[in-house]
Every structure is written in structure tokens, then in C-alpha cells.
């Protein structure tokens, strides 16, 4: 619902100057955003993921065990007796915890691990902690990369910055909030500003996407409608059309705009 208005107000603006959206268009589709456009991607659905696991832990409770952070009570193994050393603390519960015979449900325990990450209280706060850990460094690697690669910094529009700002004030209030609420053991009013904190975490990354991504529904009404109004008349004679024909063998948006507009795609 969030995306398809976030599509709808997106492309009245573009409609309203197809002019200026033709060159917008064919900057989001550059080449020194692609990878940009990608880890966006990938980003939502860490967050997404993320955001699941949470669920996961409200419902079994799973806030009310291990009130501590970064630790989570004594453990074995050599990553844990470093960590007990520099932290006092375990950054992970024992194994046998982890992966408890207990809810495995056939004689073989061939459900141990599945079962476990799903009804296993231990395991699935580890596994919210690995990923919260995990979203929160790929919105600051992401935010990082926007500041010092230049040909990211720019090509990424203004609009696309301020939402890169507002996803790392969001993930760091939602790591905060997140935080407070295991060392209180779950007080509601926490609770649910961490609840909400997520669904805000995660319309910060689709309104992300919707200023990179580049829909192609909305290209192909800019091209028409640069068509119909004559903003950007097509191009004739014998040069405009081997030029049209080279960029008939490119593919994606910023190919498809310049052949419907005859403009030069940018690369």
C-alpha cells in the first residue's frame, strides 16, 4: 500500500514537467547508481527479515530472558571466552541451549535446527540480535558510501540524500529503542515504540527505494508524454536513427526513456 502511493504521488510529479523528469530519470538509471540501487534493494529485505524476527520474539516472550547487551550469560567456546574476557559476558547462550533436543518433535531430531530458530526462545533473541546488528551496519555502510564515493555522492539527487539521513536517524533510534527494552525487561511503552519503530525503519527504506529505484510504468508515461506535448521533439535523418538503433541493444530504463524521447542516455 505504502509503495503503490509512494508510486502514484511519484509519477503525477514526474508528469507535471516531463521535460526535467527525462533528465531525472535518465541520472537514477546512470551506471554509478547501480550498485546503489542494489544494496537499497537488498537493505529492504534485510529490514524486512529483521523486522520478522522481532515478531518472532514478541510472541514467545523471548524480550523477558537475557536482560544484558552486548552478553547474553556464560557460554563455551573460544569466541565466548574472549568475549567473557574483554565484555564479562558471552555474546551467545551454549549450544545445547541454542539448539535444545527438547522441541524436536521426530526420534530422528531431524527438525532440531528449524525447530529451535522458530519455538526456541534463546535462539531467536540471538537470531534478532544478529540481524538488528547486521541492519544496523548496512544502513551505516550505506550511509557511508553516499558521503565518500563521489561518483555516488554526485549523481545520488537531493531527495534521495535527505532519505538516506532519515533511514540512519531511524536505525539508530530503533537501536536505542531496542536496547532499552531488553534492559527493562519489556516494559509495553517500550515495546511498542520499538514496534513501531520497525514499521518506521521499513517505510524509510521503501521511500529510499521509490527516490532510486527507476519504475518503468512511470518512464514509459514520461516518454509519451513528452511525445504528446512536444517538449522534447524525436530526432530525424540518417544520424538520429543509427543512434536509435545502437540504443536499441541496451537494456533497462534509462535505454528504453532515451529511445522513446530521443534524448542521449547517460552512461
Not at 536505542?176 to 514499521?199: D, E, F, K, R
Request: aromatic share 6%.
Amino acid at each position: 500500500m505504502v509503495w503503490n502511493g509512494l508510486s502514484i504521488l511519484r509519477e503525477h510529479r514526474l508528469l507535471a514537467n516531463p521535460k526535467k523528469s527525462v533528465t531525472e530519470l535518465q541520472t537514477l538509471a546512470s551506471p554509478q547508481l547501480r550498485r546503489f540501487r542494489r544494496s537499497v534493494a537488498a537493505l529492504a529485505l534485510l529490514v524486512f527479515c529483521t523486522a520478522l524476527s522481532g515478531a518472532l520474539v514478541a510472541g514467545l516472550d523471548a524480550g523477558l530472558i537475557y536482560n544484558e547487551w552486548p552478553t547474553m550469560g556464560g557460554g563455551s567456546g573460544t569466541l565466548n571466552n574472549l568475549s567473557q574476557s574483554v565484555l564479562g559476558g558471552s555474546l551467545a547462550p551454549p549450544a545445547m541451549e541454542l539448539f535444545d533436543p527438547w522441541y524436536s518433535h521426530t526420534p530422528d531430531r531431524a527438525d532440531v535446527y528449524w525447530r529451535n530458530a522458530l519455538e526456541n526462545p534463546s535462539l531467536v533473541q540471538l537470531d534478532h540480535r544478529i540481524l538488528a546488528t547486521t541492519t544496523f551496519t548496512a544502513v551505516m555502510a550505506l550511509w557511508a558510501y553516499t558521503r565518500f564515493s563521489r561518483p555516488v555522492r554526485t549523481a545520488l539527487p537531493a531527495p534521495a540524500r535527505k532519505a538516506v539521513t532519515a533511514v540512519t536517524a531511524l536505525v539508530w533510534l530503533q537501536v536505542t529503542l531496542g536496547v532499552s527494552t531488553l534492559l527493562y525487561l519489556v516494559p509495553v511503552p517500550l515495546a511498542a515504540a520499538h514496534q513501531a519503530g520497525a514499521l518506521a525503519l521499513l517505510t524509510g527504506t521503501i521511500v529510499l527505494g521509490s527516490r532510486v529505484w527507476v519504475p518503468r510504468r512511470a518512464v514509459r508515461l514520461v516518454a509519451r508524454r513528452v511525445a504528446e506535448v512536444g517538449t522534447a521533439g524525436l530526432a530525424t535523418g540518417p544520424a538520429a536513427v543509427r543512434a536509435q538503433v545502437g540504443r536499441a541493444g541496451r537494456r533497462g530504463p534509462g535505454a528504453m526513456l532515451a529511445a522513446r524521447t530521443g534524448g542521449v542516455e547517460k552512461v
